[in-house]
């Protein structure tokens, strides 16, 4: 099962005479960021909601956002006197040198933030128990949304590992005939330079095998069909996280894919070779947002 780093959660629910809003958004990165906007009355329990969402979601860059409305006719609030003051000092010296009359500011310094608030200082244990619910809700809805755009990920992937894999497939058919055609046209050209009668055959033999041996890309095939597989059983497990495993997995099948091009000499061989480099780059592409 793949996870997707990306998703939104969005939960509202009243109970009692409070509504409680969480929206959680979850973008992809490297380690796990929590932005965190909750009102003052929360700041208490704000380990706590940390807590939830990196027991959750693991991974990214998260947002949150939590309010709390009181409901009902009955609201106690608090006025910060102190910082209505300073608000009216500011706004008093700016009406001086603007010229205006501030007989009338006092309904819009009621309105500036943090000015009038709810009389509650903290949140009792069963809000928070209520308020929990509600941010496990939009967890879910959240995960929800990771876990389907997962399995677009994981068809994406697989399908470029296919493609990868049909490449390797060809390359191993021309490979055959790529040794066949070397050894043919360096002995066209030895004796077109030297003549056939002015080398050693044997040493000349020796010195093929050696040479071939070199450039022989089999190993590489055969590690590179064992990175693809890997790479398949890592997409098809149970782990709720993966992305980073599959990323250094994918780097492993580039560097085979890489030294397949280096010894291919064989202009077939450097084409399936540039095919495969392609599909690479769009899988890399793809592991970014896996969780």
């Known amino acids: 099962m793949v996870k997707s780093m990306t998703g939104f959660g969005r939960a509202e629910q009243?109970?009692?005479?409070?509504?409680?809003?969480?929206?959680?958004?979850?973008?992809?990165?490297?380690?796990?960021e929590i932005n965190l906007k909750i009102p003052p009355l929360?700041?208490?329990?704000?380990?706590?909601?940390?807590?939830?969402?990196?027991?959750?979601?693991?991974?990214?860059?998260i947002e949150c956002f939590i309010s709390i409305k009181q409901n009902g006719s009955l609201k106690p609030v608090v006025i910060n006197t102190d910082l209505i003051k300073a608000y009216y000092q500011q706004i008093e010296e700016l009406a001086t040198d603007l010229k205006i009359d501030t007989n009338s500011v006092l309904s819009a310094l009621l309105r500036l933030p943090e000015v009038v608030s709810a009389s509650n200082d903290v949140l009792d244990k069963n809000d928070w128990t209520d308020l929990k619910k509600v941010i496990d809700t939009a967890l879910h809805e959240l995960n929800y949304h990771r876990e389907d755009e997962g399995k677009s990920l994981e068809k994406e992937l697989m399908l470029r590992i296919k493609n990868i894999n049909d490449q390797e497939d060809e390359i191993l058919k021309l490979e055959p005939k790529r040794k066949?055609?070397?050894k043919a046209e360096l002995l066209q050209m030895l004796e077109e330079n030297v003549g056939k009668e002015n080398y050693d055959a044997n040493r000349m033999e020796q010195e093929l095998i050696y040479y071939i041996e070199k450039i022989d890309i089999r190993e590489e095939q055969v590690r590179l069909k064992n990175h693809c597989d890997y790479f398949k059983t890592i997409l098809s497990d149970d782990a709720s996280s993966k992305g980073k495993k599959l990323s250094f997995v994918i780097q492993e099948i580039g560097r085979e894919i890489n030294t397949t091009g280096s010894k291919a000499y064989d202009a077939h061989i450097q084409k399936c070779v540039v095919l495969?480099?392609?599909?690479?780059?769009?899988?890399?592409?793809?592991?970014f947002n896996i969780l």
């Open 276 to 287: 495969m480099k392609d599909e690479l780059e769009k899988a890399k592409e793809q592991i």
């Open 180 to 182: 066949e055609k070397m």
């Open 14 to 32: 009243t109970i009692n005479e409070k509504t409680y809003l969480v929206e959680i958004k979850s973008l992809n990165g490297k380690q796990l």
């Open 42 to 61: 929360l700041k208490p329990y704000e380990f706590d909601v940390r807590s939830l969402l990196q027991e959750s979601l693991l991974r990214g860059t």
